[in-house]
């Protein structure tokens, strides 16, 4: 099954978390996974994939104006029902704790809804995300004073979120 991921970063904090992301994919038996930079990413690529998985930094809150201009590119594909039922998942980080991880990622499920994709989050029975993710997709606070790009903890809900959704996809390109 095939999983595309794309982001958009300018510091390469998000970046690192998609690479985590595509980590926890490859490690699903069977997945193809395809990591983009939203300057190398072609919407055309995805009526081929399985699952859709995209992420930005949060800008005041929501979606970066770099992945909202590739997310608007996705018109045509809307206009031909090719994402219904692709499995989709979100993921974000930010400067502060505070600072918009989830209004973010709700801002990034939406058009995935427009799109008639089936949403995959994160739930409580990974115990990474119970002690300290979310349920939305993987939104990580990555302070500017850190020496790091990304956090252990990071690390651990990127690859779960990953994971997951390739499970989930091959689970229905099983059934299909
Ligand atoms: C225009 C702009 C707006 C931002 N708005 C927020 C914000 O509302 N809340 C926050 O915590 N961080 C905000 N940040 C910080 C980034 O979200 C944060 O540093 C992020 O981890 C950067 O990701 P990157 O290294 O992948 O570019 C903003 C940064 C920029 C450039």
Redesign the pocket.
């Known amino acids: 099954m095939k999983v595309y991921i794309v982001y958009?970063?300018?510091?390469?904090?998000?970046?690192a978390l998609a690479q985590a992301i595509a980590e926890g994919s490859r490690g699903v038996e069977g997945a193809e996974v395809y990591l983009r930079h939203i300057n190398d990413a072609d919407v055309y690529e995805l009526p081929d994939m399985d699952a859709i998985i995209w992420g930005c930094?949060?800008?005041?809150?929501t979606i970066?104006s770099g992945l909202k201009a590739w997310i608007d590119k996705l018109g045509y594909l809307w206009a031909q029902g090719k994402l219904i039922d692709k499995v989709g998942a979100v993921f974000c980080?930010?400067?502060?704790t505070h600072?918009?991880v989830e209004s973010t990622m709700l801002n990034l499920i939406t058009p995935m809804l427009h799109q008639g994709m089936m949403i995959v989050g994160l739930p409580g029975n990974i115990p990474a995300n119970a002690l300290y993710g979310s349920y939305y997709g993987v939104g990580v606070?990555?302070p500017?004073e850190g020496s790091e790009?990304l956090t252990q903890q990071g690390l651990e809900l990127g690859m779960a979120l990953g994971e997951r959704v390739a499970q989930v996809a091959r689970k229905f390109t099983k059934e299909q």
């Open positions: 958009d970063s300018e510091g390469g904090h998000t970046e930094p949060g800008h005041f809150g970066s980080t930010t400067a502060t600072g918009g606070t990555c500017v790009l």
